[in-house]
């Protein structure tokens, strides 16, 4: 199925059925049940540390692990709940409860499915760097933080949301550490640690949690029945596996207006993610993202999964690149992924009460310090002083407030600092006397024209885009080089490549004062889409349009012509 024209909607899934045979579903079975294996404890673990149950998690890894695979652009792409939710989810649910959450990621599915609709899946990729960077160490960290309670047994409940307080807390408290606990923690993270390397296709993960629950489970019942590390069924009570059922939610105008802002956050935070995970995928596999159709897919899980009680769904790099390193080749293996999941919920759901929370703990250790990227930061401190500034005031403001502030003041950041870069590199020439038709060209010197300008002409250069900033560079210019006043104005436009509506009005401004001083207004060189605009404003109408020269010689011949007249 494809939608042409204005819409960009082809599933990936859809185009490999086409050519889909015995040996691709041989290689997508075996990829699929051992990411399935894979995303098992994270689901449970990610479930756990946005504030919900295991269940949720597991709910939220089928049914948008399923529609990710369904109706997304990459052929590859695992979906499910990530490690960079935890923060925003938690702090939602602290806020306004489940349902807040249900509205936030209802709406931010809807917000997906209008950035791919609208074509914006290009656009997201340019999202800097430094900020991705920032605020994903700055998730790490935070996840490190919701860990401590867990990892090292403390019993505290009721902990503060905010970063600062919760360390304090912990410092007052780390007396209370208990010593099994930290002894399964420690267990289960050397676990995790060792088996890549006997293995890189062996889930450390999910052999923690198997041998650490099973020594857990030994212990209690045959050695010590009073030992206190706690577990799943210890914290959430036994968990059932019937399937959820579906329920709505309130979507009035006063919930959407509080919760607009984290549902902006979630489909921003939800697209760099998805897009990120498709790239390094295309990155191994060579082929090639859909990615409007990768975002309109995400937008339709996101959608979905709130009305199971699910939270925020996207592409995992993780379970991605365990996909491809197993054979995963098309969106099939995907889908098993979520059917393994499914069939583990149904049956062995609950065996799950019996995991502890250290080893989850330990599990989510492993995933911020994956996630922290140091290296990347190391790398960073080499960039210029506004990238590193940009990624610190990110991290920090992930930290110490939350992603929603984060997020939206890092990119106003790099929009001021972008559009200081432009306006540094847009020049404005002056010339009198003589001006050399090619300087600024490839040209060779033997082929360069000097064209002579008579006194009462000025010419005016402008290089770069001509844009609200720009515009008031160069009104100051202008009016810091007047000695005499001209008879001609000529402003060169040949790189030029848009015009804006503030430089518009300063030009139209220009224009009116020049000709009630008896000034006259020449432009040169104007690239067609900049003659469009201008043209659009009425500029030719006001100058003449026979003062909109195709080339500098002929604007110079025609401002010396005017002066000659004027003599």
């Known amino acids: 199925m494809n939608f042409s024209g204005m819409v960009e909607f082809r599933p990936k899934l859809w185009s490999a059925m086409r050519h889909y045979n015995k040996k691709k579903l041989q290689a997508d079975l075996v990829a699929g049940i051992v990411v399935g294996i894979v995303a098992l404890p994270l689901a449970i673990a990610f479930g756990i540390a946005s504030g919900v149950s295991p269940t949720i998690g597991l709910i939220t890894a089928i049914i948008g692990g399923f529609m990710v695979s369904a109706f997304g652009g990459n052929s590859v792409q695992i979906g499910g709940p990530t490690g960079a939710f935890i923060v925003i989810v938690y702090g939602i649910i602290a806020r306004f409860g489940l349902e807040g959450l249900a509205v936030a990621t209802f709406m931010a599915g809807l917000i997906l499915v209008l950035m791919g609709l609208f074509k914006l899946g290009t656009v997201i990729k340019f999202i800097p760097y430094p900020i991705v960077v920032g605020f994903t160490a700055g ?4 996840i490190l933080t919701t860990q401590v ?8 409940t009721n902990l503060p949301g905010d970063f600062v307080t919760k360390w304090g807390i912990y410092f007052r408290n780390f007396g209370r550490t208990d010593l099994p606990t930290v002894l399964v923690a420690l267990a289960s993270l050397a676990i995790i640690i060792v088996t890549p390397r006997i293995s890189k296709r062996l ?11 099973a020594a857990v489970y030994l212990l209690k019942t045959f050695v010590d029945p009073s030992m206190g590390v706690a577990t799943i069924g210890d914290r959430f009570g036994g968990m059932s596996t019937d399937l959820p059922d579906v329920h709505g939610f309130a979507l009035t105008m006063d919930n959407i207006n509080l919760l607009l802002p984290s549902a902006f956050t979630i489909a921003v935070l939800g697209a760099i993610e998805s897009l990120l995970s498709a790239t390094v995928a295309d990155g191994v596999t060579g082929s090639h993202t859909s990615t409007n159709t990768e975002l309109i897919g995400q937008g339709m899980a996101n959608i979905v999964v709130p009305f199971f009680g699910g939270i925020p769904v996207t592409g995992a790099i993780a ?20 059917l393994v999941l499914l069939l583990i919920y149904i049956f062995l759901m609950p065996l799950i009460n019996y995991v502890p929370m250290a080893c989850l703990a330990a599990v989510l250790v492993v ?20 990238d590193i ?3 610190l005031v990110t991290f920090l403001l992930t930290v110490v407030f939350d992603l929603t502030i984060a997020i939206e003041i890092g990119l106003l950041l790099a929009v001021v600092l972008f559009l200081r870069r432009v306006m540094e590199n847009t020049e404005i020439k002056v010339y009198s006397e003589q001006l050399d038709v090619a300087e600024g060209t490839d040209l060779d010197s033997t082929h360069h024209e000097v064209l002579d300008v008579l006194p009462g002409v000025s010419v005016y250069e402008i290089d770069g885009p001509f844009f609200f900033g720009v515009a008031t560079k160069f009104d100051e210019m202008m009016r810091s080089t007047l000695v005499d006043k001209p008879k001609v104005r000529i402003i060169r436009m040949r790189k030029v490549p848009f015009i804006d509506s503030t430089a518009l009005h300063n030009l139209e401004i220009l224009i ?6 008896g000034i006259h207004i020449v432009l040169s060189g104007v690239k067609p889409n900049v003659r469009e605009t201008l043209m659009h404003a009425g500029i030719d109408r006001l100058i003449g349009a026979g003062h909109i020269c195709p080339h500098i010689s002929v604007a110079v011949e025609m401002a010396n012509s005017i002066v000659r007249q004027g003599e």
Do not use: C
């Open 389 to 391: 500034s940009i990624m």
């Open 367 to 386: 995933v911020s310090y994956n996630m922290s990227g140091w290296r990347t930061i190391v790398g960073l401190l080499k960039a210029p002083k506004s």
């Open 203 to 213: 889930p450390g993960a999910l052999l923690a949690i198997i041998i650490i629950t």
């Open 149 to 156: 309670n867990d990892f090292f047994g403390l019993g505290l």
């Open 139 to 142: 998730i790490a960290l935070t």
């Open 512 to 517: 009116k004062s020049s000709q009630s001083e």
């Open 319 to 338: 379970r991605t690149m365990t996909n491809i390193t197993n054979g995963g080749r098309t969106p099939v293996a995907g889908v098993i992924h979520a």
